[in-house]
């Protein structure tokens, strides 16, 4: 089918889908792993394996200065706090869990935008 026009109206949605996004992700109570940037100097290991680290914060920080040019965007960096995740954690570790868990969230919620 012909690809809807992108208004600014659109973009303006998008900004405000994604701010929602977030804020229920941040209230998350299996969120806690990723609210802020993993402390490399107290996790071994993970400067080294994760090359590119990505946490809510971040995410929040980039929304607030207009980084993120719509929702796809937006899905791809909060889609790399999970890879991350998966990456460095056994599924069967704390956070392990807690991550498969807030992506499962997370897939449920902006396909509930769709
Ligand atoms: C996503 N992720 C997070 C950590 C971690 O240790 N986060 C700090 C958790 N603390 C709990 C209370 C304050 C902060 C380690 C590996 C990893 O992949």
Avoid at 42 to 67: A, C, H
Wanted: hydrophobic residues 35%; glycine residues 2%.
């Amino acid at each position: 089918c012909a690809k809807k026009a992108k208004t600014p109206k659109d973009s303006n949605n998008d900004l405000a889908a994604c701010r929602m996004l977030l804020s229920e992700l941040e209230a998350h109570q299996d969120a806690w792993p990723f609210l802020s940037p993993v402390r490399h100097k107290s996790v071994p290991g993970y400067r080294k394996v994760i090359k590119k680290p990505m946490d809510f914060s971040t995410i929040k920080e980039k929304l607030t200065n207009n980084l993120y040019l719509n929702l796809e965007t937006f899905i791809i960096d909060v889609n790399l706090v999970f890879d991350n995740c998966q990456k460095f954690n056994e599924d069967d570790s704390e956070i392990g869990r807690a991550g498969h868990r807030m992506r499962r969230f997370f897939d449920k919620r902006w396909t509930e935008l769709l």
